[in-house]
């Protein structure tokens, strides 16, 4: 049966996501936080997960993300919000240990059996990730929602941060974008059968490389790329280092170029896009109409954005291959805020901390 989920929520997958600008305002407080020296990562960084030295050199990574239906099939959204959330732990370099759902169901609306397999979604992608499903909690909610909450384990020497990185350093992206376009095609009823499949597969793919990355010295930084688009989590990384960086436009992966550029001449766009540039543009430098689409694109269970030193860039690229990423392209560097712009690069300009 197919159920059309998407039809039953006004957002999809990562597009939902509140936005940076509007996130800074709920994330205001005049209540003095309680300090504790081993709480390692908080949220004063927007890093990926939250981080907890146990003390014995190792440390508990702790995430949850959640959404609503950004595929119309109950499995898949249930694989994709799964590998999404799971995602965050890679992020940091660690290893996932348990997860529990996160599920709200409109249960007058959307049959249960689709809730079912929403569940049996997210248990085929736990069983990818080698962690259990161990529980959850489910509430009647006026539109589905399905996410995680991830437990996972980091060597501290393995910990990786969205503030580590250093001048120089050269910027990969593991996964190609252009996600929120072709969900949103699919929203619209625009989609093309044949790009039916085109953004699930890139969703569904683990990010497990960072458990791999986190191991190597030579990689200072790490985040994945979701529903603030590549220039907002850019934007994160560049303000953990106190440094600027270029993006050279085309060597940015795009899941396929004329197919992305097709629904663009649509405007199949998501409102997230919007809301992303409204939140960090002026923060980069002037983008062409396409260019903000397609850099600002939320991404739903997007790639790992890597800050690797320059020295090594051919030993990453190399490991990369090793674990199925296949041949990886610099998209960027690191630099000092004074940097010439060319008609083919976007920098990234952040105010001089004072």
Sequence with gaps: MNYKLT??????????????????????TDIIPTFDARLLVGNDTRDDA??????????????????????DDPVDFGRIASVNAISDIYAMGGTPLMAIAVLGWPINTVP???????????????????????????????????????????????????????????????????????????????????????????????NNAGETFGTLPYVHAMTDVTGFGLMGHLCELCEGANLSAVIDVDAVPLINRDVILEYLAQKSFPGGT???????????SPLT??????????????????????????????VAAQLGLGEMKAIGTMTKYEVPITNYEVRITLPIPL
């Design 7 to 28: 039809q039953y929520s006004h957002g999809a997958g990562c597009g939902c996501k509140i936005s940076p600008a509007v996130l800074d305002s709920i994330l205001r």
């Design 50 to 71: 939250a981080v907890y030295d146990l003390g014995d050199g190792t440390a508990i990574v702790s995430t949850t993300d959640f959404f609503m239906p950004i595929v």
């Design 112 to 206: 249960i059996e689709a809730a079912r397999l929403v569940l049996d979604g997210a248990r085929l992608a736990c069983a990818d990730a080698g962690i259990i499903l161990a529980g959850g909690h489910s509430i009647d909610s006026p539109e589905p929602i399905f996410g995680l909450a991830v437990t996972g384990r980091v060597s501290l020497a393995n910990l990786k941060m969205n503030t580590g990185a250093k001048e120089g350093d050269v910027l990969f992206l593991t996964k190609p974008i252009g996600v929120g376009i072709l969900t949103t095609a699919q929203k619209k009823g625009i989609l093309k059968e044949e790009h039916a499949n085109m953004a699930r597969d890139v969703m569904v793919k683990l």
């Design 274 to 284: 919007v809301r992303n540039f409204e939140a960090y543009g002026h923060k980069i």
């Design 289 to 318: 109409e396409e260019q903000r689409y397609i850099l600002c694109d939320p991404q739903t269970s997007g790639g790992l954005l890597v800050s690797v030193d320059p020295y090594h860039a051919d030993d990453f690229v190399r």
